[in-house]
């Protein structure tokens, strides 16, 4: 079955950096797309970055280009974003996505906390 485990969340102040890391399990890795989305409390979750499964394609909404970047090392089935100049905005749970036999599967999150 599929399995996506998140690790890499915390507490950081304005400015810091975290590398968050996605392991992905139950299908064929480089086939697919994957994609970071977060949800802060009160709010919908968005998308925060994908990434094709050859790693060629890449999106970021605007809010975190040229701060965050997504990775992906398929001989290890996981999934990577760096984050850059956090601001207290980013503050949210961090999830991993994939689209899989057309059904989206998420992981428990991580949870990333921006704050002096």
């Known amino acids: 079955q599929v399995q996506l485990v998140e690790s890499g969340g915390g507490l950081v102040q304005p400015g810091g950096s975290l590398k968050l890391s996605c392991a992905a399990s139950?299908?064929?890795?480089?086939?697919?797309?994957m994609s970071w989305y977060r949800q802060a409390p009160g709010k919908e979750r968005e998308l925060v970055a994908g990434?094709?499964?050859?790693?060629?394609?890449?999106n970021y909404r605007d809010s975190v280009k040229g701060r965050f970047t997504i990775s992906r090392d398929n001989a290890k089935n996981t999934v990577y974003l760096q984050m850059n100049s956090l601001k207290p905005e980013d503050t949210a749970k961090y999830y991993c996505?994939?689209?899989?036999?057309?059904?989206?599967?998420w992981g428990q999150g991580t949870q990333v906390t921006v704050s002096s």
């Open positions: 996505n994939v689209v899989f036999a057309r059904l989206d599967y």
């Open positions: 139950g299908f064929t890795f480089t086939n697919y797309r």
């Open positions: 990434i094709s499964g050859t790693g060629r394609s890449i």
